[in-house]
């Protein structure tokens, strides 16, 4: 007699995709923002009380009201009036977090007071540095052109890692120089393709692409294939940036959300409009990408250059 399948609670399943955020989150803050290892630890203690608070409530259902109850609940905890600032601001940094990664489209933290946020901001890469990271995989190599083409298209459409990873090849349109990205909630956007990216991945199609194909014995409909001629993994695609930085002597720390994060920045600082960026990004709410004209502080000072009259 077969087993029924074990369908675990709604409160259990909710409480695990808490705690998968969380991780998420304290390796953003490790590798993105640089903080000291004490205060990432510090962050991820502040957010397991968070977790024991919310009970198996749902992050994105909750609203500015109940989000007022929490530092009530820390209170009845016993913890003193600094401690419960702390983990109020550990909330919205956290609440942030998730807006930019968009698993929230509406930020109800930022409506709870507290102090100034946000200090640490995201790696960004300067275009000299992308510059060197885009062309560190060496001339020669096997899959040398592979690999270029993929740092190419993460910087060329500022895409996921898990949306490049499931890239098809009829998702690109080379001769019309765009790609299509399926992002979370299976929601497609079209994102343009600079010419250097797109002679760059029409070399890895010609020379190396055709050959990893015949390794298996039905053809992938994904863009990138590995070694064995099967999809790329997004966890290969983080190792060949890592390494790619090492040989670029960039910020060692990056990660392919780096250059998504450098891509808004570089656009924004060059005059782009937020709301062609947000769709470029595919961000659901145009409050998520404003947080990049906090990044790059260079815009602020052409805005006031320009505007200002002793500027």
């Given at each position: ?46 957010l ?14 909750l609203?500015?009201?109940e ?13 003193a009036?600094?401690s419960?600032?702390?983990h ?33 901001i ?8 992308v ?36 890239v098809?090849?009829?998702d ?27 002679e ?13 194909a ?29 390494k ?13 959300h ?5 891509f ?13 960026v947000?769709?470029?990004l ?8 404003q ?17 200002h009259?002793?500027?």
């Amino acid at each position: 007699m077969a087993q029924k399948k074990l369908i675990k609670p709604r409160r259990e399943r909710t409480s695990t995709e808490v705690r998968e955020h969380r991780e998420a989150f304290l390796r953003y803050l490790r590798s993105e923002c640089h903080l000291a290892e004490n205060t990432v630890k510090a962050y991820g203690r502040d957010l397991e009380r968070l977790i024991t608070w919310l009970a198996g409530r749902r992050l994105a259902g909750l609203s500015v009201a109940e989000l007022a109850g929490y530092p009530a609940w820390l209170r009845e905890q016993g913890l003193a009036p600094t401690s419960v600032s702390r983990h109020v601001v550990s909330l919205k940094v956290f609440f942030k977090y998730l807006q930019l990664e968009g698993v929230l489209t509406e930020n109800q933290a930022d409506l709870l007071v507290s102090q100034k946020l946000w200090q640490k901001i995201p790696t960004v890469l300067s275009a000299r540095e992308v510059e060197d990271l885009l062309t560190a995989p060496p001339k020669g190599e096997p899959l040398w052109r592979r690999d270029r083409a993929i740092l190419e298209m993460l910087y060329a459409t500022g895409c996921r890692v898990s949306e490049l990873a499931t890239v098809k090849l009829a998702d690109l349109q080379l001769g019309e120089r765009f790609c299509r990205c399926h992002g979370k909630g299976d929601k497609q956007r079209m994102v343009p393709l600079g010419g250097p990216a797109c002679e760059v991945i029409a070399g890895y199609l010609e020379k190396e692409r055709p050959k990893l194909a015949k390794r298996v014995a039905t053809e992938p409909a994904e863009l990138f294939l590995s070694s064995r001629g099967r999809p790329l993994r997004r966890e290969r695609i983080w190792e060949l940036v890592k390494k790619c930085a090492a040989i670029a002597g960039v910020n060692t720390d990056m990660s392919p959300h780096s250059l998504r994060h450098s891509f808004a920045t570089h656009l924004l600082a060059g005059g782009a409009d937020l709301r062609h960026v947000q769709e470029m990004l595919g961000h659901a709410s145009i409050a998520t990408t404003q947080l990049y004209t906090h990044v790059d502080h260079t815009r602020l000072k052409k805005v006031h250059a320009m505007y200002h009259p002793r500027g």
